[in-house]
């Protein structure tokens, strides 16, 4: 009967097999198995280079988690040793985009540096205690695709020990939940914005019929101008519907003004030249950021037909905007409207979901002035995203 052969080390640690022959042919590579990316590069990496050592020398425990961890379907990472040294499954490799592969084989502080506050005591918590941690939905800040943005895992740290009981890592168990998590902070934020439209409506609704009644000499003009007015309202509302519903924005360009104009035209009337007041060059607006620019002059415009100067027959309000470098700016001023005693304590929904779209959706800005005269506003966006 001929033997395979028998398992032996040599002097330099590789793993050998002997043959019948007695020949020693060194076996590099075998661990671990596997045909995944993920396996094969844990198999080429020069691990002598590393805090872990070459793989012969590796603890069965450590051994056994990477085993379990590189078949399963389940995003996992295992962070082993004080360094946190990074191993991971072909599950988990998106999770971290652009950091992969160079995260492999590496200390965790060196490729999750822009989160290492936050991960860092988890892990450590792991290490130190050997408590699981566990969390729902945890929001998590990543640069994982050249750009920094906030995502959302379920969690499941919890120690790999040996025989004795102690600790050589953290196996991390996760599941990216971002994509649900912001469909649902979408349909909260529709739930409440459906409120706060009807509540603008009856508002903005009762300007306008007073608007138009003190501007009309007969019923039959009051009609023709609160039906002028109704239909400008509608076609503000539908600048601002395709960001709110989450659906695809408008497919032409335009520019600033012909927005401004669109907003402020349910309010105009014949002493509208004097109280509303337009100035500015022809800067165009992109059909992805009409939406976004739109819902912020809405909101404004609102809020001073229910609060400021809009709210009072002599109250006027100057729109003027202009380009500096690289930068679009837009200055909103009130005057003659009900005296503001201080800015307000809480800010209203229709206030925070304008600062919203001009941050989040232009990146740009929005800066308050409340002065007793009227509130001074200040727009500022990349003229970049402006134009997309």
Same mark, same amino acid.
């Given at each position: 009967?001929?033997?395979?052969?028998?398992?032996?080390?040599?002097?330099?640690?590789?793993?050998?097999?002997?043959?019948?022959?007695?020949?020693?042919?060194?076996?590099?590579?075998?661990?671990?198995?596997?045909?995944?990316?993920?396996?094969?590069?844990?198999?080429?990496?020069?691990?002598?280079?590393?805090?872990?050592?070459?793989?012969?020398?590796?603890?069965?425990?450590?051994?056994?988690?990477?085993?379990?961890?590189?078949?399963?379907?389940?995003?996992?990472?295992?962070?082993?040793?004080?360094?946190?040294?990074?191993? =991971?499954?072909?599950?988990?490799?998106?999770?971290?985009?652009?950091?992969?592969?160079?995260?492999?084989?590496?200390?965790?502080?060196?490729?999750?540096?822009?989160?290492?506050?936050?991960?860092?005591?988890?892990?450590?918590?792991?290490?130190?205690?050997?408590?699981?941690?566990?969390?729902?939905?945890?929001?998590?800040?990543?640069?994982?695709?050249? =750009?920094?943005?906030?995502? =959302?895992?379920?969690?499941?740290?919890?120690?790999?020990?040996?025989?004795?009981?102690?600790?050589?890592?953290?196996?991390?168990?996760?599941?990216?939940?971002?994509?649900?998590?912001?469909?649902?902070?979408?349909?909260?934020?529709?739930?409440?914005?459906?409120?706060?439209?009807?509540?603008?409506?009856?508002?903005?609704?009762?300007?306008?019929?007073?608007?138009?009644?003190?501007?009309?000499?007969?019923?039959?003009?009051?009609?023709?101008?609160?039906?002028?007015?109704?239909?400008?309202?509608?076609?503000?509302?539908?600048?601002?519907?395709?960001?709110?519903?989450?659906?695809?924005?408008?497919?032409?360009?335009?520019?600033?003004?012909?927005?401004?104009? !669109?907003?402020?035209?349910?309010?105009?009337?014949?002493?509208?030249?004097?109280?509303?007041?337009?100035?500015?060059?022809?800067?165009?607006?992109?059909?992805?950021?009409?939406?976004?620019?739109?819902?912020?002059?809405?909101?404004?415009?609102?809020?001073?037909?229910? =609060?400021?100067?809009?709210?009072?027959? !002599?109250?006027?309000?100057?729109?003027?905007?202009? !380009?500096?470098?690289?930068?679009?700016?837009?200055?909103?001023?009130?005057?003659?409207?009900?005296?503001?005693?201080?800015?307000?304590?809480?800010?209203?929904?229709?206030?925070?979901?304008?600062?919203?779209?001009?941050?989040?959706?232009?990146?740009?800005?929005?800066?308050?002035?409340?002065?007793?005269?009227?509130?001074?506003?200040?727009?500022?966006?990349?003229?970049?995203?402006?134009?997309?």
């Amino acid at each position: 009967m001929t033997q395979a052969g028998v398992a032996s080390l040599v002097p330099d640690g590789k793993i050998c097999l002997l043959n019948a022959m007695g020949t020693v042919r060194k076996v590099e590579g075998d661990f671990p198995q596997g045909e995944g990316e993920a396996a094969a590069l844990i198999r080429s990496l020069d691990w002598s280079a590393t805090s872990l050592g070459p793989i012969v020398g590796w603890p069965t425990h450590l051994k056994g988690a990477v085993s379990l961890m590189l078949p399963a379907k389940a995003q996992i990472v295992l962070f082993w040793g004080p360094e946190f040294v990074a191993l =991971y499954n072909d599950a988990y490799a998106p999770t971290i985009g652009q950091k992969h592969p160079r995260a492999l084989g590496r200390p965790a502080r060196e490729n999750w540096a822009e989160l290492w506050d936050d991960l860092e005591p988890l892990l450590r918590r792991v290490l130190d205690t050997g408590e699981t941690v566990f969390a729902k939905d945890r929001p998590f800040y990543i640069e994982r695709h050249g =750009y920094p943005e906030t995502v =959302y895992f379920d969690i499941s740290y919890s120690p790999v020990q040996d025989e004795t009981g102690e600790i050589g890592g953290v196996l991390c168990i996760v599941s990216e939940t971002t994509e649900r998590v912001v469909a649902q902070e979408r349909q909260r934020l529709l739930a409440r914005e459906a409120n706060h439209r009807v509540k603008n409506l009856f508002a903005i609704f009762h300007g306008i019929i007073s608007l138009s009644a003190r501007s009309a000499r007969t019923p039959q003009e009051m009609a023709q101008s609160l039906r002028g007015r109704l239909d400008a309202l509608m076609r503000a509302k539908d600048l601002i519907r395709p960001g709110i519903m989450g659906t695809e924005a408008h497919s032409e360009r335009t520019t600033v003004g012909d927005v401004v104009r !669109t907003i402020v035209r349910p309010y105009e009337d014949d002493t509208s030249g004097e109280r509303i007041i337009l100035r500015g060059p022809a800067v165009p607006v992109g059909a992805m950021a009409v939406t976004s620019l739109a819902l912020a002059l809405h909101e404004t415009t609102t809020n001073a037909a229910k =609060y400021g100067a809009l709210s009072e027959p !002599t109250g006027s309000i100057s729109i003027t905007w202009e !380009t500096h470098g690289g930068d679009f700016q837009l200055d909103w001023e009130e005057k003659g409207g009900p005296a503001i005693v201080a800015p307000p304590s809480v800010k209203g929904f229709g206030s925070v979901l304008a600062e919203r779209s001009i941050a989040d959706q232009l990146g740009g800005k929005v800066e308050h002035s409340w002065l007793s005269s009227g509130l001074r506003l200040r727009v500022l966006i990349p003229l970049d995203r402006l134009a997309v």
